[in-house]
Structures are given as C-alpha cells and as structure tokens.
C-alpha cells in the first residue's frame, strides 16, 4: 500500500490569512481526494484531483476558497484561503492503491 | 451520488460485552464498504474491510457482514476492551472506478472497564 506523507500536521492561523497544506505519496496515483472533518463530524469529501486537469469539486466548496494544485502524480497541495472560524477542521487527503484508500495523518487546522 | 447512514451515533457497552454498529449505502454500484478506527487527534484508521462478492470477514474479534440486497453492512466486535474505545466510521464506494469513498456520520463506542 502507499504511504503518504502530509503536512503541516497542524497550524493555527489568522483569519484572513490562507494555509496551504501538501501531501507526497510514495508512488504514482492517478486519483488524489481531499477531504474536511469538522469537530466531532464525518469526514466529507471537498475535490478529486487528477493530474494534469482541474480539481472536482463537491457541493459546497469552490476553487477560489479551496484550490487544488496537481503537478505530478505524487504530490498535490490544497490551499485553504481567506480562513475563518469556521474553517477549523482537520483536513486529510486520500489514495486509491491496490486494494483500498489510504489516507494522509492530517492536518488540524485551527483558525483564531 | 452515493449516500451512507450509519446507526447508532453513540454506543456504550460494558468491558467483555459485543458491539454492532450498522451501515446503509444507497447505490447498487458501490463494492467496497471499509471501516475505520479514529481515535482522538488522529486520522482514520483501515481495521477491516469487506467487498461485495464476500458475505462475511473475520479478524479475530473484530467482523464485517455484508447484505448487497438489502444494501447494508454490519461491523461486530466481540470481547471488548477498553481500547476499543473511539469512533468508528463506515464508508463505502466503487472501487474498481477508483472513486472516493463516502462516509457514514461514526459511532463513538466508549466501552466501560
């Protein structure tokens, strides 16, 4: 299985102020998820990332709050811009390897 | 798209005693249901997963059942201990298209010694 290398694991950050948060896998995957996990919630999925061509994005987030880069097939980066309160969450991108998902330690985000 | 509800949101059972939490998925082309283990400050743990040509997976106390007509999974821990305490997330997706996985709402489970 792949693993993967996230980062920062966490920050606190101005509101106001963007954080953009990498993830490196150890091989190539066609496929990057990035997901959001607010306190005590699920984890709900922001965007697809593909190589080579603009992010997907689920109901609820946009390109300009939340940009994806995808420069290569082992890494991506989203950006988490213009952040308020309400962007505290704990932040984790995801795989598809073989047989199952794996996902990045993610990064808890705390916004003051 | 796909949509997973998962029951109960909260569960709490004595040291020694079985826990079953349930999942339902709503698209017929999903054939993947993990689940996963999160404790507290970290991200989500794989501790088993089933797909949809399996029935029923075992490791050791912990299992996972699958009925694809009905469209619901179950995860059942026997022997509990306390450190099974956390919660405990369902998802499911297709797979073999490599699409993302969609996620139950989690159980805490909190298993008193």
């Known amino acids: 299985s792949a693993v993967i290398s996230q980062k920062p694991s966490r920050d606190i950050c101005q509101r106001g102020t963007s954080l953009t948060i990498q993830c490196q896998v150890d091989?190539?995957?066609?496929?990057m998820f990035w997901y959001r996990q607010q306190p005590g919630q699920s984890l709900t999925l922001i965007a697809t990332a593909n190589q080579g061509s603009e992010a997907t994005y689920e109901s609820g987030f946009v390109i300009d709050k939340f940009p994806i880069s995808r420069p290569n097939l082992t890494f991506s980066t989203l950006t988490v811009s213009n952040m308020s309160p309400e962007d505290s969450s704990i932040y984790l991108c995801?795989?598809?390897?073989?047989?199952?998902?794996?996902f990045g330690s993610g990064t808890r985000l705390t916004v003051v | 798209g796909e949509n997973v509800e998962q029951h109960p949101s909260t569960l709490s059972v004595q040291e020694g005693d079985s826990a079953v939490i349930k999942c339902t998925y709503s698209d017929s082309a999903s054939n993947y249901f993990p689940w996963y283990k999160q404790e507290l400050g970290k991200g989500p743990q794989l501790i088993i997963d089933i797909r949809s040509n399996v029935g029923e997976k075992k490791d050791q106390r912990i299992a996972v059942t699958l009925n694809k007509t009905a469209k619901h999974f179950s995860l059942h821990i026997t022997e509990t201990q306390p450190e099974d305490s956390a919660v405990y997330f369902c998802?499911?997706?297709?797979?073999?298209?490599?699409?993302?996985?969609?996620f139950g709402g989690g159980t805490r489970l909190m298993v008193k010694p």
């Open positions: 091989s190539q995957v066609t496929m």
């Open positions: 995801s795989v598809v390897v073989g047989h199952g998902y794996t």
């Open positions: 998802a499911a997706s297709d797979l073999n298209a490599g699409n993302m996985l969609t």
